[in-house]
């Protein structure tokens, strides 16, 4: 990768020192936009790995047990599981570049109204194996081992949820489209998932000029990388949840906020949308906690608690 960047960068000004016209110009600028997107992919499937620091129930604030599990392909991985008190049990994914240390405020929050709950690290992140990334791509089979895993336990509940954050966000709503098991999402600012997922509104605009080749090229690199094919995305699969209830949250008031709109948009009844326009990504549950708590509990108490 290094070596490919060099070669674009040398390039790049071995052209602009040769004659500095219109066309040499463009020349650069064509490259460095391909740079960009090799360098996003590469970075996207490789992420850093941290450690998980905390492990005593006195400092978590929970009572937990050391599990591991296999994805649906055979990954190793590693979590934390608590044993429902009312019957249903609640699977927590996290972000790009987190662990499930990132999970444990909610884990915390519905671990005290009774619910179990399921943390874990997603393949090349915090204990669990593997050292590529796939965005989501191939982490569809761990939250769908993570389900299998919860099924086998004799203490394992009754019903099952699924609560992600950003790139788990994503993973989850992917999830419960090929796994009915899965009877609720709550995704807080989930992840694209393929190119189609960029196309936010019909008709050619110039952000569309300017980004979506920038974007075809940053998938078709990351098929390259990872020796994945692109799947389905968010907004093609999000519609066929139903009668499942799903519940979006949006942070912000830009991009996140216009990707999420998109999703609820296209999802079916029962759908529930919560905006935290003054949060950033991830932080929805700091701006507003009273609100942010008491709508996702009653979220997943009226799609799990009720027979």
């Avoid at 790995?49 to 392909?73: A, C, M, N, T, Y």
């Avoid at 952000?207 to 979506?212: D, E, G, H, P």
């Avoid at 940053?218 to 094919?229: A, M, Q, S």
């Avoid at 008031?253 to 999802?267: I, M, S, T």
């Amino acid at each position: 990768m290094l070596f490919t960047w060099s070669f674009l960068f040398l390039n790049s000004v071995s052209i602009l020192r040769s004659s500095i016209n219109l066309f040499n110009f463009l020349v650069v600028a064509a490259l460095f936009y391909a740079g960009t997107a090799l360098l996003t992919a590469y970075r996207d499937t490789r992420p850093a790995r941290f450690p998980i620091f905390h492990e005593d129930p006195d400092i978590l604030g929970i009572r937990i047990k050391e599990v591991s599990f296999k994805s649906r392909d055979g990954v190793e991985l590693s979590g934390w599981y608590i044993t429902p008190r009312n019957g249903a049990v609640i699977i927590l994914t996290h972000g790009f570049g987190g662990n499930r240390l990132l999970m444990l405020r909610y884990a915390r929050l519905f671990s005290q109204h009774g619910y179990g709950v399921l943390m874990y690290d997603l393949r090349s992140h915090g204990r669990s194996q593997a050292s590529l990334n796939t965005w989501g791509w191939l982490e569809i089979y761990d939250l769908l081992g993570a389900v299998d895993f919860v099924r086998s336990r004799p203490d394992g509940g009754r019903h099952i949820g699924a609560f992600g954050l950003s790139l788990g966000g994503q993973i989850s709503l992917r999830a419960a489209e090929q796994n009915e098991k899965i009877q609720a999402v709550a995704a807080d600012g989930p992840s694209v998932a393929s190119l189609q997922d960029h196309l936010l509104t019909p008709g050619l605009t110039l952000r569309k000029v300017i980004f979506y080749p920038w974007y075809w090229m940053l998938y078709n690199f990351e098929t390259l990388l990872t020796g994945v094919r692109q799947p389905a995305g968010v907004a093609e699969i999000i519609g066929r949840l139903a009668p499942r209830p799903v519940m979006l949250i949006a942070a912000g008031r830009g991009g996140e906020r216009q990707v999420v709109h998109h999703f609820f948009d296209l999802a079916s009844e029962p759908k529930e949308l919560l905006e935290v326009p003054e949060a950033r990504h991830g932080e929805a549950i700091n701006a507003r906690p009273d609100e942010y708590k008491s709508k996702l509990l009653a979220f997943f108490d009226r799609a799990l608690l009720v027979d």
